[in-house]
């Protein structure tokens, strides 16, 4: 997996009613494997088990409108500023995330997305 680059997309997170289930659900039909962060996320492993390329998380809801897309930032308070001065909403943090901090924003037309720093 590549080194993520600032402000392109990162990762995506699945809301989940049942951790244990949705895991074995995606093992089975798709081969996919995960690290487990207790009892309420699971990291998608990438293809060549070196990174994550997304998550399963029992804290947010399910959405039938998809799942959270991530964008990857160098500068997270910088980045929130940015969504901020260019009209979009934080919605949610920035707070601390494994692995590093994150939020979560609403652009103009309503779209739900996630940006995410490393430690």
């Known amino acids: 997996?590549?080194?993520?680059?600032?402000?392109?997309?990162?990762?995506?997170?699945?809301?989940?009613?049942?951790?244990?289930?949705?895991?074995?659900?995606?093992?089975?039909?798709?081969?996919?494997?995960?690290?487990?962060?207790?009892?309420?996320?699971?990291?998608i492993k990438s293809p060549d088990g070196a990174g994550e390329v997304g998550g399963l998380n029992h804290s947010a809801p399910p959405s039938s409108s998809g799942p959270l897309v991530l964008?990857?930032?160098?500068?997270?308070?910088?980045?929130?500023?940015?969504?901020?001065?260019a009209g979009g909403a934080v919605v949610a943090g920035p707070y601390e995330f494994p692995g590093g901090r994150r939020f979560e924003f609403t652009d103009p037309s309503g779209n739900r997305l996630g940006v995410f720093a490393a430690a």
């Open 71 to 85: 964008l990857f930032s160098d500068d997270l308070d910088g980045t929130v500023e940015a969504v901020k001065n």
């Open 1 to 43: 997996m590549p080194d993520p680059q600032h402000h392109t997309l990162s990762y995506i997170e699945f809301g989940v009613t049942d951790l244990a289930a949705t895991r074995a659900f995606y093992e089975s039909a798709f081969g996919w494997s995960f690290n487990d962060y207790g009892p309420a996320y699971s990291g």
